[in-house]
T-cell receptor
Framework: ETGVTQTPRHLVMGMTNKKSLKCEQHLGHNAMYWYKQSAKKPLELMFVYSLEERVENNSVPSRFSPECPNSSHLFLHLHTLQPEDSALYLC?????????????FGPGTRLTVL | GQNIDQPTEMTATEGAIVQINCTYQTSGFNGLFWYQQHAGEAPTFLSYNVLDGLEEKGRFSSFLSRSKGYSYLLLKELQMKDSASYLCAVTDSNYQLIWGAGTKLIIKP
């Protein structure tokens, strides 16, 4: 089975909508990540969870709200987004957050905010 | 600040060799990764360097010089399927991954 899955793959929403992105990892990893990927820009780390505890929040606007109910699942709740939030949102997991931390990525959700 | 520099785009010919460079300035160093990302797909792991020198894996090799803050990814016998973006990422002293913007590689017949 694919290591990291994300749903939906594509999402179009208006600025007043509320939606959620879902990520699931089947690798037995302890850390999970949300990234934003915009064209020609480096991956922007949004949130990091280690053993279901949030360990990183890089000044992300409050209209993005993460949830990690267990070490295999990660959600990103979206509300009142702006058009500049349109991007590819990638989920990743890794064995841990220290030492060798190769990250395994999901296919991403392509988000368009109208 | 922390910074990773790599060329935005490169073009090469099928069957040839291409070298993609990456320079970094980070708070500490705990390893450097190269990932490949095809359009619309997830980044996938290619290589990891933590000590100076060359790591070879089939058609792909990665080199690291920690004193120069420099790495390169060498792709040999290029195939059309190698057309993708190549991402350089450095693990800093806090074990956070710092990412470059990626190099889009275009392979021409």
């Amino acid at each position: 089975e694919t290591g990291v899955t994300q749903t939906p793959r594509h999402l179009v929403m208006g600025m007043t909508n509320k939606k959620s992105l879902k990520c699931e990892q089947h690798l037995g990893h302890n850390a999970m990540y949300w990234y934003k990927q915009s064209a020609k820009k480096p991956l922007e780390l949004m949130f990091v969870y280690s053993l279901e505890e949030r360990v990183e929040n890089n000044s992300v606007p409050s209209r993005f709200s993460p949830e990690c109910p267990n070490s295999s699942h990660l959600f990103l709740h979206l509300h009142t987004l702006q058009p500049e939030d349109s991007a590819l949102y990638l989920c990743a997991s890794s064995r841990g957050t220290s030492d060798y931390n190769e990250q395994f990525f999901g296919p991403g959700t392509r988000l368009t905010v109208l | 600040g922390q910074n990773i520099d790599q060329p935005t785009e490169m073009t090469a010919t099928e069957g040839a060799i291409v070298q993609i460079n990456c320079t970094y300035q980070t708070s500490g160093f705990n390893g450097l990764f190269w990932y490949q990302q095809h359009a619309g797909e997830a980044p996938t792991f290619l290589s990891y360097n933590v000590l100076d020198g060359l790591e070879e894996k089939g058609r792909f090799s990665s080199f690291l010089s920690r004193s120069k803050g420099y790495s390169y990814l060498l792709l040999k016998e290029l195939q059309m399927k190698d057309s993708a973006s190549y991402l350089c990422a450095v693990t800093d002293s806090n074990y956070q991954l710092i990412w470059g913007a990626g190099t889009k590689l275009i392979i021409k017949p």
